[in-house]
């Protein structure tokens, strides 16, 4: 497979908490970040709230145009924790009890009160599926095809994605490079549309602030072309010194 | 209009920063919670790329099927910045210079350096658009029809919704209790389970910690009717004790 060949993913947040506030996301720029590093872009994040329907129309519509399709949450043992039912459905698969999960909790919760009926729903994939590892809690993440189902909770989603890392195949890494200045972005937005515009594997994020009663911006240039981003970074500093501005290396 | 209509928004998160992992996003919760006070459900977020068709696919469907449609990101004075234009495509409408955000901008800028091309962008919105005041920094957020697009960092977005506060017409506040237990969730999900069935309008979450080299959860029990959100509180917190475990009010 060819390494200019773009590997994407989407994500999909699943949880009521998300959508009312009470819990600030975190998983949305760690999976992001662990895509980065597999060569895997993350095209697209949904957050939905625990209801089948929402779930598998979400899912449906980015695994097919995707590499790859990552959830988080709702892989619990409470009522509200419906993902795999929703996946098995947007699947048209059954839900199965996976023998290997289920040895896994029998052997977690033996010194911790036992299996009952609430446990016993971390052992439910959808039909054909198979296990991610979690060395931070008993429950399993879920693989079936093209579908990543991570847990919630995002120190155990961080476990999962480290048992993952390397197994997934990508392209060329996203690289990146970060200039800062302590400049106005709306002064030196010329500077960098010239410096995109003439790099044409290169992407500029420009990314103000406001600090100590003074404003400046972080310029981050994007590129899969380690030689093309070295070149775009140079002319954008250059630029930026152009224009009246000392440049900082790495950002402000 | 009735009180039980249930308003919702949807929130598109426009940018490449949050896609790489490179800024952890504040503005689905600050969002979210400020939705809620206005009786209004955030009923779906996505995060798009800055990309023309990606908004506009985003921005078409979301609001067809919901009440009020919200972005973040995307209307500052880079190159990057395309969310008015990809709105604009998506309404089918032309992008024009708004005078009143010119004049704020000339206003804004007078002791800043002046008025130049990429500052100009800025007062760029959706032929037919309003204005939404931005006390924060220069420029304003833009409204038109059901769609009201707000700045991306995260400071200037509270104060745009601070103007909004108030204008935009919902229903029933959804209001939330929290009950907290030191009890791994799996062992009270059938506790938890029966309160909800047993109260139609309620929706439990189960939101599982690790303190402390201990298990516990919080639990939130929703609902628009008052009478009915204590009656749960009060079955749960019942159903919590009679398995064992001590309910702390307000959540640990």
Chains 1, 2 share one sequence.
């Not at 949305?28 to 980065?36: D, T």
């Not at 009890?97 to 009160?113: D, S």
């Not at 009926?117 to 693989?143: C, F, K, Y």
């Not at 197994?167 to 960098?192: D, F, H, K, M, R």
Request: one cysteine or more; hydrophobic letters at 45%.
């Amino acid at each position: 497979m060819s390494k200019d060949r773009i590997w994407t993913a989407a994500l999909i947040v699943i949880g009521d908490e998300i959508l009312s506030g009470r819990t600030q996301d975190k998983n949305i720029a760690q999976v992001a970040s662990w895509l980065n590093v597999q060569g895997i872009r993350l095209a697209e994040v949904r957050v939905v709230a625990d209801d089948m329907d929402h779930i598998a129309e979400a899912v449906n519509i980015l695994r097919a145009r995707n590499d790859y399709l990552f959830t988080t949450g709702g892989i619990g043992p409470t009522h509200d924790d419906i993902t795999v039912d929703a996946i098995a459905r947007a699947l048209g698969v059954d839900v199965v009890i996976h023998p290997a999960a289920r040895a896994i909790l029998e052997k977690y919760y033996a010194t911790r009160g036992g299996l009952n009926e609430g446990r016993l729903r971390m052992a439910r994939v959808p039909a054909g599926a198979e296990l991610i590892e979690n060395h931070m809690s008993g429950a399993p993440g879920i693989q079936i095809e093209n579908l990543y189902m991570m847990a919630g909770v995002p120190h155990i989603t961080a476990g999962m994605l480290d048992a993952l890392t390397g197994t997934l195949e990508g392209g060329a890494p996203l690289l990146s490079v970060t200039l800062g200045a302590w400049a106005p972005e709306s002064e030196i937005a010329g500077v960098l549309r010239e410096a995109e515009k003439a790099h044409e594997s290169c992407v500029i994020g420009s990314y103000p602030f406001f600090r100590g009663g003074k404003v400046g911006a972080n310029f981050v240039v994007r590129s899969t072309d380690p030689h093309e981003l070295e070149t775009c970074r140079a002319a954008l500093k250059a630029g930026l010194e152009e224009a009246g501005y000392a440049v900082t290396d790495g950002g402000i």
